[in-house]
């Protein structure tokens, strides 16, 4: 989802993660901005799975991906000054387009530096939400560079991908999901930053204790799965074509949290490439949602782990549909 | 949407239509198994258009199309008994699926009478939501005769496209509309059998009379059109590639609605399929949201009326996603 997720920041200084109290108090912020997502079982995916499959929809969105209610949360925290401030960020696109929107919402002023040569269609995306747009360098580090130093030189607030407040909202959905069903035994998550798997462990756990949380990534981009696996940031490859869960190093805050004893998660799961596009055209076809490869990465691995999720209620966190034409149409054209 | 748009039923009894408290009433019973759906803002077709569009996303059912708030309103009035004794309908598909969803969620046996060759992945469709499929005659017609008779002989009762109880749950989504968007302005909505135009338009007067509703049907299936102009049912010619709005009779009750002259429709356009296929297209391509023909009707109807709409705040009522992934290609393979 988020083009920060493609990067190496990671701030030397320790961020924390957030508290389920700050998810229960983000609910607010969120419920006066967005809907809530449907939870729907599709009869479909359950016989193809052998399991009882539910699709968390959070690419039902306006902006089509769960972080928005991190930035909503976000921005609805800021005192007027500070939203006049406003809110400086760095994005190829999505995670900038989150930011924007919450922006727009919360009355906050927002710039999104993004490197030379960004996707033209995401930066008017991004302006049509009335954010400021400012070409900064040649990739995405250099933008980052600009737009923190901006910030601190205006007094005003760098938003880097896994900020407290971000997971804090992003783990409204989480809630959800616990309240629509309550018996729920698995719950399978994208990991781009880590702020939705970190916010679905921490959420899921603390009220169920049994909850099975999955995370997945792709393997041509293992950055996190290898960080979880050590307990520490290591970095890896990151060649998916996936590029929501594209991370190249782990965010320390978010890490901590899915590596947690008590309310981290319970496995990661790897996937293939052509995992991932046969998930995302097996819900277009069955369930008519265009899911990106990050999004549909969750109905990979259930079927990856089909044996062992028989008969098992489970959620598949469909995490955002933001996926370009050209993608799209290779998915329909691959036959099933 | 429905299959049953695309018959000349049109029984010889004079069906009632729906009132505004039907419709209030029917809230409950929808929420108890629907979700609310979401409507939402869109800055790049607001752009397009020169308006200020929003979308009602009647696509985000779990069986992806309105007409299943009718179904579950219906069979929530039922008792014990008739329950147990069950519904009849017919059914190429989609009308098929919506009943037999909330047949599932209010524990009603359901028996949908389909034509011998109906598609197989609807007829799987209707079975895994727990349906009894039978296949009887050649035709849609045929079938809807054979549900008829056993309904009939069985004292069960026999739903057909615009049952008042339909148009009644149906109805509630514009509740959502009106109370999301109190300063709404202009309502365009697809007419197939006439349960949905029937109730936006009812609702939405009945609340704020300067509502201006259009409906919108494909210039090659305008039966509906032609008798709204003519105050009575006309039979038309019916070519159109939109099956939710292919419709050969009018329904008399919805008709009648419609064309109430206080809370009827104000006007109804029509569209060409290639206007259709256009604004499909639009949808996928800057909102990925997968509509059927028909659920994009009234975003080609919009565009053709750019003129008169500028400025104004308009829902564009996305009616359902149901498409073939036939078709999906052939929208997503014209270029833009």
């Known amino acids: 989802m988020s083009a920060s997720t493609a990067t190496s920041y990671n701030p030397a200084d320790q961020m924390p993660g957030c508290t389920f109290a700050d998810v229960e108090t983000a609910r607010e ?10 939870l729907h079982e599709y009869a479909a995916l359950s016989e193809l799975i ?38 400086y960020t760095a994005s190829t696109g999505n995670h900038g ?12 002023r927002v710039c999104v530096a993004m490197p030379d040569g960004a996707n033209p269609s995401k930066v008017a995306a991004i302006r049509r939400l009335g954010a400021e747009v400012v070409f900064q360098g040649g990739d995405f580090d250099e933008a980052r560079e600009w737009a923190q130093s901006a910030a601190a030189s205006g ?14 909202g992003v783990g409204t959905y989480t809630l959800e999901i616990m309240e629509s069903l309550p018996d729920v035994e698995v719950i399978i998550v994208p990991v781009g930053a880590g702020s939705g798997a970190a916010s679905v462990s921490l959420v899921a756990k603390t009220i169920n204790p049994k909850v099975r949380v999955i995370a997945v990534q792709a393997e041509r ?24 869960i594209a991370t190249r190093v782990a965010q320390e805050n978010a890490l901590r949290m899915i590596c947690h004893s008590k309310t981290g998660i319970d496995d990661f799961v790897l996937v293939s490439e052509d995992e991932l596009v046969d998930a995302a055209r097996l819900y277009l076809e069955h369930i008519r949602n265009v899911a990106e490869l990050a999004g549909a990465a969750p109905l990979a691995a ?8 028989a008969g098992a209620k489970v959620v598949l966190v469909l995490s955002g549909g933001n996926i370009s034409m050209e993608k799209l149409r290779g998915i329909i054209d691959r036959d099933a």
């Open 155 to 168: 007094g005003a607030r760098f938003i880097g991908p896994t900020d407290p407040e971000l997971i804090a």
């Open 221 to 244: 981009a293992p950055a996190i799965h290898r960080s979880w696996k050590a307990g520490r940031p290591v970095e890896a490859e990151m060649e998916t074509a996936a590029e929501g």
């Open 97 to 108: 387009q989150s930011i924007a929107f919450a922006g727009k919402v919360t009355g906050t």
């Open 302 to 309: 259930a079927i990856r782990y089909r044996d062992q999720l």
């Open 50 to 87: 052998g399991a009882q499959i539910y699709v968390k929809h959070e690419n039902h969105h306006a902006v089509g991906a769960f972080k928005v209610r991190g930035g909503v949360n976000l921005s609805s925290t800021l005192s007027d000054h500070e939203r006049e401030v406003g809110l």
């Open 29 to 38: 912020s969120v419920y006066r901005h967005l809907y809530p997502t449907p």
